[in-house]
């Protein structure tokens, strides 16, 4: 079947695959999944189409009687805490997260705030290609989409509430926030502001153009908010995405951190701070053994699941509870507030966790253990990156091995992460190693694993 959705919503370049007529047509493929008169919240970030988009989305939704709800501009986890909290039916967010600015999205988000799961993409996807249409009664096209002003307060107050705000404001915290031009712009500077933190925002304007910078956070892109920490002294950067699920962390140092080592840190914290929590944590394949090293002498152990939040989401609801879930692109989980990334709540937890240890972010970060990493990837179809995978399982047999995507090889000194990319016809290598020697090796070795393949596939065509 011909597929829309891919690893996380709906992505296109605005006016080519997303224009008005495809996403009117969505829109009544996913009010056609909800049912009519089911509530359904509706959400946008800045991005140039959202409001093109979301205008047709809300058309389709009310041509399958839906009674929609109008967030306009939030953060997708905003959106998200509201749909659970207020008790919607379902969400709607039209985002394309971290991708360049020409592209945008949209999302499907279920009753508990999650994103659907993969099989009820499909069920949409299949009232898309068959063109659904209901026809319905005259008398239920009356309801107009109501504007909910107070979605942004409802979700700053969540945030804040999980925190503890005293401690935050004596610790005078300066810190340096940069909201990628969008969303994050309407609600992590009032989250500082209301935990008594000083700021200092870059990007924080509302911009669809993204003058400022591409909506991923990197230690590229937040160069400039390195650069201004280094001269005022501030003790911490944030750098959110597009649509502020996620946030990117700096130290005082000014060294930008990869999500799976602040997820660590946060995860022993939070693990301190709810003793009610389950001792485990989920993140995907593609975190450093950094994680376990961390947190197994801590008593908390680590469940490895595919790459992509919405499984760890579904992972940890099935399951039945964690301390956390995250991902070492900056996604966090904080399982009390929601179990959903949160780039907001994560800025607070951070805040609360030097709070309370009374320190600096680096010195923490300087108790990890430290590797040498290396992150690439290899142009190949599908066909040879399976095999790549096959391959590297035979030639490390001897070490652990987790084969859940792809395969990570865990050794004593070193891992080593082969696995095919959900989105692009690439395989994705990720090694880390205690000496700079060891992971160029490991890498070398997988790349040849990989180009055998590649010359075994052409060799039989
Ligand atoms: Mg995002």
Known sequence: ???????????????????????????????????????????????????????????????????????DLIPTPGLQYNVKSLGFDGGV???A???????????????DGVEIPHEDEEIIES?????????????????????RADVIENYVEAIVSQVDKEKIAKSGFKV????????????TPKVLSSLGVKYVSLNCNLDPLFPGREPEPSPITLKPAIALLREISADLIIGHDGDADRAIIGDDKGRILWGDRD???????????????????????????????????????????PVGSVTISRMIIRDGGAISGFEENGGYMHIPHQIVRDGAMKTALILEMLAEYNTKLSSLVDELPFYYTIKTKIPASREEALCAVEKTVEAF?????????GVKVIGDDFWLLVRPSGTEPVVRIMAEARTKEKVENIVSNARSIVEECKKRRGNSK
């Open 397 to 405: 047999k001897q070490y652990r091995l987790v084969t859940i995507d």
């Open 1 to 71: 079947m011909a597929r829309l959705f891919g690893t996380d919503g709906v992505r296109g370049i605005v006016g080519e695959k997303l224009t008005p007529e495809m996403a009117l047509k969505l829109g009544r493929a996913i009010g056609a999944y909800f049912g009519k008169g089911s509530r359904i919240l509706v959400g946008r970030d800045i991005r140039s189409g959202g409001a093109m988009i979301k205008r047709s989305v809300i058309s389709g939704l009310l041509a399958e009687g839906i009674k929609v709800y109008d967030a």
């Open 93 to 95: 967010m039209i985002t």
């Open 176 to 187: 340096i926030i940069d909201c990628a031009n969008s969303v994050g712009s309407l609600v």
């Open 97 to 111: 997260s971290h991708n360049p600015p020409e592209y945008n999205g949209i999302k499907v988000i279920a009753g």
């Open 127 to 147: 009232y898309y290609f068959r063109n659904h249409a209901s026809r319905l009664e005259w008398r239920s096209y009356v309801n107009d989409p109501l504007f």
């Open 263 to 305: 997820g660590a840190l946060l995860s022993a914290y939070v693990a301190e701070k709810h003793p009610e929590l389950p001792r485990r944590v989920y993140t995907g394949v593609s975190s450093s053994i950094v994680v376990e090293d961390y947190l197994r002498p801590r008593g908390i152990e680590v469940v490895w699941t």
